[in-house]
């Protein structure tokens, strides 16, 4: 799962992110945290990171000198950035933190990283300054940097007390541009990739848990998954806070995601300080017999090693396949719609970088062709020759198909039956329309896609 919210102020931020990360240490036995991205070695930041630099960066004060932000009537004020926070699925941290398999907190942290490089390569856009002639004579509003300035925190436990491996990644309002300097970054850009984001994340996460000796169980076309062994009662029994919100949801009319954060956000208790020695205790004793049944899963993942995948065709297959269905299925798609289809059916353990050098090339393969209208864009959409060719036979059998039909029912006959039913003026207009045309492709259509409405017309004997 993936969440982005605010940045705490300054002077809370730094207290908050470094206080929560009881089990991850690095080398030297610390509480492990970490800079990341092209943009921080730019500026120097590498390694484990200085609360008192991250709080002078979180203010705008940069160690190249420059300030960041802008004078405003109350003051001078810096969007500090954003906090991307990926949660791992619940029956990793079981296992990390009862079962004691600390190697999974790593594996998150790698997961976390894998993305961010990406994200960073192909997502990661910087805003154009107003003071930039060239750009804004050229309608440019925004350029992509592949500069980012993160700072990594783990954390160990949700809000409720309950076990949960997650990863605050701070994306800095900060990123280099074509000129040298750094600008800031186009966080609504970034927020329209989240799902995608969050997909990308977790397939990377399964590779490598898979990879430590965890056999794993795909529970969503967007690559959530659970590790096998780990009870679905055990994962409930230790999910507090999202039960808290499904019972809240549950009661509503209007049920969708926007709703279900608004609830986890006026739900979620306040942070409180935790004696993590008792904490695990506390964990093992209300996991029951069920801590040896994760402790056995440890022991048994360290002796049988990697899992190994039916890897039946290269990633580069995969890709095409995912290309070939979308162009079944759309006459145009994007690059971000392949990459959802392809990790969907794709087996976990290929790299992210793989599946950017596997896009290119499919993607730049003769028979794709990118629409005329977005060159120039960060984002294109993409056509195949193929479905070009269908939608010109389709063109031509609009044409050539108007009139000729008769229709499926008398004008009067329709009105008739429609007096009493219960739908709109809107579904009215479209059910006569389509009952009364002579037109081949439309009715072409309606038995393509078997409609309910051919079940309608048979009661009804039209």
């Known amino acids: 799962m993936l969440s982005i919210g605010k940045i705490p102020p300054p002077s809370t931020a730094v207290e908050y992110y470094q206080k929560d ?9 610390e509480q492990y945290n970490s800079w990341h991205g092209k943009g921080a070695e730019k500026l120097g930041l590498k390694g484990k ?20 932000g802008r004078n405003t009537k109350d003051g001078w004020r810096y969007n500090s950035g954003r906090d991307f926070t990926f949660s791992a699925p619940k029956s990793l941290s079981l296992l990390a933190y009862v079962g004691g398999d600390k190697r999974l907190l790593q594996a998150n942290v790698e997961a976390v990283k894998e993305t961010l490089s990406f994200m960073e390569k192909n997502m990661l856009l ?31 436990i949700s809000r409720e007390g309950d076990p949960q491996a ?35 994340y977790r ?20 690559n959530r998954f659970e590790i096998n062994g780990v009870s679905e009662e055990l994962v409930k029994l230790f999910s507090k806070g999202s039960t808290k919100i499904n019972k809240v949801f549950k009661t509503l009319d209007y049920q969708n995601t926007k709703t279900k954060d608004k609830i986890a956000l006026k739900t979620r208790s306040s942070k409180k300080k ?7 205790v506390k964990w093992k004793i209300e996991a029951g017999e069920e801590q040896k049944t994760l402790v056995n899963l440890v022991g048994f993942s360290k002796k049988n090693g990697a899992i190994p995948h039916e890897k039946n065709h290269s990633f580069r297959e995969n890709v095409t396949s995912a290309k070939d269905h979308l162009a079944q299925t759309k006459t145009v798609f994007t690059r971000d719609e392949l990459i959802k289809n392809t990790l969907s059916f794709s087996p976990a353990g290929y790299s992210l970088n793989l599946l950017n050098n596997r896009l290119d090339q499919v993607l730049n393969k003769e028979d794709v062709i990118i629409v005329p209208e977005q060159i120039g864009n960060i984002d294109k959409n993409f056509t195949t020759k193929a479905a070009l060719v269908e939608e010109k036979n389709i063109i031509k059998l609009f044409h050539e198909g108007k009139g000729v039909m008769d229709p499926l029912a008398k004008p009067l006959k329709v009105q008739e039956h429609l007096k009493n039913s219960n739908l709109h003026s809107g579904q009215k207009e479209a059910v006569k329309h389509i ?6 492709l439309l009715l072409f259509r309606v038995m393509r896609v078997r409609v309910s ?10």
């Open 126 to 156: 910087g805003r154009v300054n107003a003071s930039d002639q060239k750009k804004k004579m050229t309608g440019e509003t925004r350029e992509l940097t592949q500069s980012l300035v993160a700072a990594l925190f783990p954390h160990d």
């Open 49 to 68: 990171i200085d609360g008192k630099v991250l709080e002078s960066i979180l203010e705008g004060r940069f160690p190249n000198g420059q300030q960041m």
């Open 435 to 440: 009952l009364s045309s002579q037109d081949l």
């Open 166 to 200: 997650h990863i605050h990644a701070l994306i800095l309002n900060a990123t280099q541009r074509e000129n040298g300097k750094f600008g800031s970054v186009d966080f609504d850009y970034l927020y329209e990739k989240t799902l995608l984001i969050g997909q990308m």
């Open 203 to 222: 397939y990377s996460l399964e590779g490598k848990v898979n990879k430590l000796g965890y056999e794993t169980t795909r529970t969503h076309k967007d």
């Open 274 to 280: 935790m004696d993590m020695e008792n904490v695990q």
């Open 21 to 29: 990360n009881y089990f991850l240490k690095d080398e030297k036995g």
């Open 453 to 462: 409405l051919i079940c309608f017309l048979k009661q009804r004997k039209f």
